[in-house]
């Protein structure tokens, strides 16, 4: 037998869901197909002496039936590319499958993406020529004959951009951004770095002066590329291509305090498994109450177990109204893939087959608040799982 084991990696308590395997090529595929809906999940796959318990079999933990995966193709032209058309193949989950009830096409123009001068010279002769179309849906032949009938259809249009075309423009653009943003990138960059080690620039003067050359340097050059591309740049209120000074400031002071405030929450939240008090937490946080520690910090490291939402078995009508069919109370062990899909059984006249899968799935991500159907009543109302207060 083959033990698997799977859990959400990205979670900070992950529940494990534990499954038997006859074969390890059966754990494998199961594996292969969880992922394709939560690729978050980690496993481990151990073979074991041991034997599944009759209540295993009961409970459906034993070579169960992977969840059901389909895929999506996206026929695709784009003129930078050295064959024109390809074909991209993606594995989605059923649901997202039978969500794409038709194909979708999606037009990009010459002028999406470009820098803004090479835009707005690009603008007056390519202001409506397309440059990739894509076509995406469940039916690989349906969606290649969609795209190429398009493709024809604006080429005798004259409404698709040529390879000359696209090779001198995508020249335009990689010149702007070498000459004007790369270097206001790398200054930026290096002036974040140099804050990093020491932040107050009255005692770094390194600092201080190069943050002044860097506004310094911005301003100018805003003010010659403002006056390339046609802007009253000599005025003081001469427009920013890119960020001004101060919201540029306020983006790097917010950075450092959201890097600071997910330290603060890690280190919380490793004090607490090593079993330290609020209080102590409290004063290492610069000397705040016990009862503020606990309000600022328990429900960010998920210790704030009153705030802790329940589960319903729910059903909404074709209306979007929710009925409360079963209450299971807050996530516990006893709160698993089996007992409530044998509570969805008995409300469901025809249940999804990768229903234990999607149960699972929901119980383990604490931030779920709805789950994919599950299946759907005699009246017809289909049957999820919500969280929500009670």
Request: aromatic share 14%; charged share 30%.
């Given at each position: 037998m083959f033990l698997l084991s799977q859990w959400n990696g990205q979670h900070p308590q992950p529940f494990i869901e534990t499954l038997w395997f006859t074969t390890e090529s059966g754990a494998h595929a199961y594996v292969a197909n969880s992922k394709v809906w939560d690729p978050a999940l980690d496993h481990e796959i151990v073979p074991t002496q041991d034997q599944p318990t009759p209540d295993d079999y009961r409970r459906e933990l034993v070579d169960r039936r992977p969840p059901e995966v389909a895929a999506i193709y996206t026929a695709i032209w784009d003129i930078g590319d050295a064959d024109p058309i390809t074909v991209k193949e993606q594995r989605v989950s059923a649901h997202a499958a039978h969500e794409f009830t038709s194909p979708r096409t999606t037009f990009t123009l010459v002028t999406e993406h470009l820098h803004p001068l090479t835009r707005q010279k690009a603008s007056r002769w390519a202001y409506d020529l397309f440059a990739r179309i894509e076509v995406a849906g469940v039916d690989r032949p349906q969606t290649e004959a969609i795209l190429a009938t398009t493709v024809n259809d604006l080429r005798s249009s004259d409404k698709l951009i040529t390879r000359e075309q696209a090779i001198e423009l995508a020249a335009a653009n990689a010149a702007e951004q070498r000459n004007y943003f790369e270097p206001l990138n790398k200054a930026e960059h290096e002036i974040h770095q140099l804050s990093i080690t020491d932040s107050r620039a009255d005692i770094n003067p390194e600092l201080a002066a190069r943050t002044w050359h860097f506004f310094e340097d911005r301003a100018a050059k805003e003010r010659s590329y403002s006056q390339e591309l046609g802007f009253p740049s000599l005025q003081t209120e001469a427009p920013y291509l890119g960020e001004s000074p101060l919201e540029l400031a306020n983006r790097i002071a917010t950075r450092h305090e959201q890097i600071g405030h997910q330290w603060r929450i890690a280190a919380v939240r490793a004090e607490r498994a090593r079993g330290a008090r609020w209080e102590d937490i409290g004063e290492a946080l610069g000397g705040i109450s016990k009862q503020t520690?606990?309000?600022?910090?328990?429900?960010?490291?998920?210790?704030?177990?009153?705030?802790?939402?329940?589960?319903?078995?729910?059903?909404?009508?074709?209306?979007?109204?929710?009925?409360?069919?079963?209450?299971?109370?807050?996530?516990?062990?006893v709160i698993n893939s089996y007992t409530v899909g044998s509570v969805l059984e008995q409300f469901a006249t025809d249940t999804d087959p990768s229903a234990p899968f999607l149960i699972a799935r929901f119980l383990a991500d604490d931030n779920a608040k709805l789950s994919p159907l599950l299946g759907t009543t005699t009246e017809g109302p289909g049957l999820y799982l919500h969280r929500d207060h009670k």
């Open positions: 520690a606990w309000n600022r910090y328990a429900t960010l490291i998920g210790e704030d177990k009153d705030n802790d939402p329940h589960i319903f078995l729910v059903s909404i009508d074709d209306t979007g109204k929710i009925a409360r069919e079963y209450w299971f109370a807050h996530r516990s062990p």
